[in-house]
């Protein structure tokens, strides 16, 4: 990284003189005359370490200021400089994130200190959110998504080639079978890896909140809001949103959502300006959006607008051939994670897993392997700590019948407590009314 500084100072003789004695110390310097053309060079170089910026310039206020750097680029220093210092100015700017508050004319040599003081910081922070990254990275990297599968491997292939474009993403399959995993992998292996991963289950909400979460809202907007919030695309903003279960977005909301991936803005809740955002979506749904945009339920234009890339995510029943893989790498992440030794797991567990119809997918077997490891007490997965017996070929199975009788077998165990059904199935409350209508559990 260079060590680049930003001057933002509507005083050209004071700026060129600090720009000067900044090239000397062998800082890269860049320049601003005003806030607002200060924010575009800080969006085209957002590895700039420290930002010189006076309190008082045309378009706004610097100590104001100060705190919009930080929320954007947390790693950055900002140094205010005033010709009219004042006690509470100093205050406020430190509290908005301000590194120091220096009057000018003060001696060039405190500047040049301060100056390399908050460079210091500003790369060992730059330095911990790179390790952060590659950390996450190499957790969400589509390479530690396990198994060879070719459906599998297909899937892989696909995200990969489409995850360093801008391209919008579709991500379709069955409940359980990796979705939010994969569009995490996508966007670490993106050029926003750097930037904000937000998910939000659109099942999980009322319409209104959900409006709410996305967009954001002026305050008085509704009982409750009190003040302004952002929503969900503003914090993404220059990084990646996940909308997962897609479908159960209402028309109006889709409508809206639309408005977002042909325009790139959208209006709070509340408000009349629209506000302008570079966020990339990744969808996922397991319903067949296009039948239900044929029969009103979805609207058309998204679907298509959403559906330009589309990859499929095979259900476990199609990558059997991965369990024995799948079902090791999980037994060693939760083994860690409960502190429960591990040292192997017997054929006739695999044998038992090979026969089981799998309606939750990863998700189910993920569960399954962390209740053997809480009941195993030699390290050993055994076939009599699984939860259910099933020897019945697996062709003999029916898809809607075995997600019926998972469904039932859910809700018997949380005593008919949809919220907690649907949370332990991994599905929005919405889908499951929807499925218990149509299975006749009620």
């Not at 590895?47 to 706004?60: A, F, H, K, Q, Y």
């Not at 589309?310 to 790498?329: N, V």
């Amino acid at each position: 990284m260079e060590n680049k500084i930003l001057i933002i100072d509507d005083e050209t003789r004071l700026r060129s003189l600090l720009a000067r004695l900044l090239k000397l110390e062998q800082y890269q310097v860049l320049e601003a005359e005003n806030i607002r053309s200060g924010l575009k060079v800080l969006e085209e170089n957002s590895d700039i370490e420290v930002v010189l910026m006076d309190v008082r310039l045309p378009d706004g206020n610097g100590v104001d200021t100060v705190q919009k750097i930080k929320q954007r680029y947390p790693c950055m220093e900002v140094l205010l400089l005033t010709a009219y210092g004042t006690i509470p100015d100093s205050v406020t700017a430190m509290k908005n994130g301000a590194f120091d508050y220096l009057v000018k004319g003060d001696d060039n040599d405190k500047i040049m200190t301060l100056v390399a003081k908050a460079a210091e910081k500003a790369r060992l922070q730059f330095r911990i959110r790179e390790l952060e990254q590659q950390v996450a990275g190499n957790l969400y990297a589509l390479d530690q998504i396990q198994g060879q599968s070719p459906a599998i491997l297909r899937a892989k292939d696909l995200a990969r080639k489409v995850a360093h474009t801008d391209t919008t993403v579709l991500l379709i399959g069955e409940t359980g079978t990796g979705k939010e995993l994969f569009s995490q992998a996508i966007h670490r292996e993106s050029n926003r890896r750097t930037k904000t991963f937000l998910a939000i289950n659109c099942g999980a909400f009322s319409r209104e909140l959900l409006e709410s979460e996305l967009f954001g809202h002026r305050a008085g907007a509704f009982t409750g809001a009190l003040k302004d919030k952002k929503g969900l695309f503003e914090e993404a903003n220059h990084g990646t949103l996940f909308l997962d279960e897609i479908g159960e977005l209402s028309l109006d909301l889709q409508a809206k959502l639309l408005r977002v991936l042909e325009s790139h803005e959208f209006i709070r809740v509340g408000d009349t300006k629209p506000t302008q955002v570079n966020v990339r979506i990744i969808a996922a749904t397991n319903r067949d959006l296009l039948k239900e945009s044929q029969e009103g339920h979805f609207r058309a234009d998204l679907y298509y607008r959403l559906s330009v890339f589309q990859i499929e995510l095979p259900s476990l029943r199609e990558r059997l051939d991965d369990l024995p893989l799948l079902a090791q790498g999980l037994a060693r992440t939760l083994s860690e994670r409960l502190r429960i030794p591990f040292r192997s797991i017997d054929p006739a567990f695999l044998q038992q897993l090979s026969q089981h119809a799998w309606p939750g997918n990863i998700r189910e077997l993920r569960n399954v392997i962390e209740r053997a490891l809480i009941l195993t007490e030699d390290g050993i997965l055994r076939a009599d700590s699984l939860p259910f017996r099933e020897s019945t070929p697996l062709d003999s199975f029916e898809l809607s019948a075995v997600e019926q009788r998972h469904i039932r077998k859910v809700l018997q165990h949380t005593q008919g407590n949809k919220t907690e059904a649907a949370r332990l199935l991994g599905i929005g409350l919405t889908t499951l009314y929807r499925k218990i209508e149509e299975y006749h559990l009620g």
